[in-house]
């Protein structure tokens, strides 16, 4: 992006969102470079931890009924469900249950929309960024702070602090070709790839780093005051 590009889009938006525009653009270019990977394996949960899949929560609604849809947790809640990993990871006495996260999504707005050129809404995107920006720091006692380069991840990871990721969904079998997004943990290294905690499955995945970086679209490191 030249000088120009980036006065104009500077101009197209709040401060804030240019920011975070920033931010995004600086990660994308560093998963460009190289990621030097830890030499030992280093797993900071179980390797046989299970969690239900995303796709038994498809009874538990998460949307916003004046928009006429209909999307559920299932669809559209992997934000929420790396959120109560995160509880669980740093023992929080706050572990609610995901109805009550969701509830808490739709209440304070945390649900991603945009409207189409024609006034009608788009489908539910999913958990907006600043849950992760905002709730989920100051619910559970936490800090939280973007990640601008790749080779944070690695640290975080040697101080067993929490990656999370917003990835693009052509990360696993949801689609190839899917532009929307959803959530991941990074829990873990070694010289073939990261340990994921993915919502979309029951237990810890290994995946190639290059695979990884290639989904990403946002990054935060979740760890303790």
Not at 101 to 108: R, S
Not at 144 to 161: P, Q
């Amino acid at each position: 992006m030249n000088s120009l590009e980036k006065q104009r889009l500077r101009a197209s938006m709040s401060p804030e969102n240019f920011e975070k525009q920033e931010e995004r653009r600086r990660l994308l270019l560093s998963s460009r470079w190289y990621y030097k990977p830890l030499d030992e394996r280093v797993i900071n949960v179980p390797m046989n931890l299970r969690f239900y899949a995303q796709d038994m929560y498809e009874d538990i609604p998460l949307c916003n009924r004046e928009k006429h849809e209909d999307s559920s947790v299932a669809t559209s809640g992997s934000g929420l469900l790396v959120t109560r990993f995160c509880a669980k990871y740093y023992q929080s006495h706050k572990e609610l249950k995901i109805e009550e996260l969701a509830d808490i999504a739709i209440e304070l707005g945390y649900i991603s929309y945009s409207r189409q050129a024609n006034g009608m809404w788009n489908e539910n995107n999913g958990i907006s960024t600043e849950f992760f920006d905002k709730f989920v720091p100051r619910f559970y006692g936490l800090c939280s702070r973007r990640i601008r380069d790749i080779n944070e991840v690695r640290e975080a990871i040697l101080k067993k602090d929490l990656v999370i990721c917003q990835v693009k969904d052509f990360l696993n079998r949801i689609s190839v070709t899917s532009k929307k997004s959803h959530y991941i943990t990074i829990v873990g290294d070694d010289k073939q790839g990261f340990f994921v905690y993915d919502p979309i499955y029951s237990s810890i995945q290994h995946m190639g780093h290059n695979k990884v970086f290639k989904a990403f679209e946002d990054a935060w490191v979740l760890y303790n005051i």
